[in-house]
């Protein structure tokens, strides 16, 4: 019994990884191509926003339309993650460096998985 309890964990472990993998892969990739309207697909209908100095907490389409402004002005040509886990309260984050034509900076994605959807809650862009 317990190697079947075993399995059936790494199982479930498995596809929890994987799932938060797609969106990842997803928000990369929106990041890395200055795809706004890409990146927020993947917003909740509220989403809180940093981008350097100003702050807010906005309706989906405002943030989309704040993001595209950020990135007609800073036109990204890569985007690496360099760390992903988990927050005390139970969000998942990924920390990457967006590298743009203008320097470089240092973006913090924290996700909330909500009706078994993972959407993002918090996007935060500061200079590095």
């Given at each position: 019994?317990?190697?079947?309890?075993?399995?059936?964990?790494?199982?479930?472990?498995?596809?929890?990884?994987?799932?938060?993998?797609?969106?990842?892969?997803?928000?990369?990739?929106?990041?890395?191509?200055?795809?706004?309207?890409?990146?927020?697909?993947?917003?909740?209908?509220?989403?809180d926003l940093t981008i350097l100095e100003e702050s807010d907490l906005m309706s989906k389409l405002e943030a989309e339309k704040a993001v595209y402004d950020f990135f007609?002005?800073?036109?990204?040509?890569?985007?690496?993650?360099?760390?992903?886990?988990?927050?005390?309260?139970?969000?998942?984050?990924?920390?990457?460096?967006?590298?743009?034509?203008?320097?470089?900076?240092?973006?913090?994605?924290?996700?909330?998985?909500?009706?078994?959807?993972?959407?993002?809650?918090?996007?935060?862009?500061?200079?590095?």
């Amino acid at each position: 019994m317990k190697p079947f309890r075993y399995m059936f964990t790494l199982g479930i472990l498995f596809l929890s990884l994987s799932s938060f993998g797609g969106i990842t892969e997803g928000v990369s990739d929106a990041f890395k191509t200055g795809n706004a309207f890409k990146l927020s697909s993947f917003f909740q209908d509220k989403i809180d926003l940093t981008i350097l100095e100003e702050s807010d907490l906005m309706s989906k389409l405002e943030a989309e339309k704040a993001v595209y402004d950020f990135f007609h002005e800073n036109h990204p040509s890569d985007f690496k993650i360099l760390h992903q886990g988990n927050s005390k309260s139970g969000s998942a984050y990924t920390i990457g460096r967006l590298v743009t034509e203008k320097g470089n900076f240092r973006v913090s994605i924290y996700v909330n998985t909500s009706s078994n959807k993972e959407l993002i809650q918090q996007i935060i862009i500061d200079s590095e």
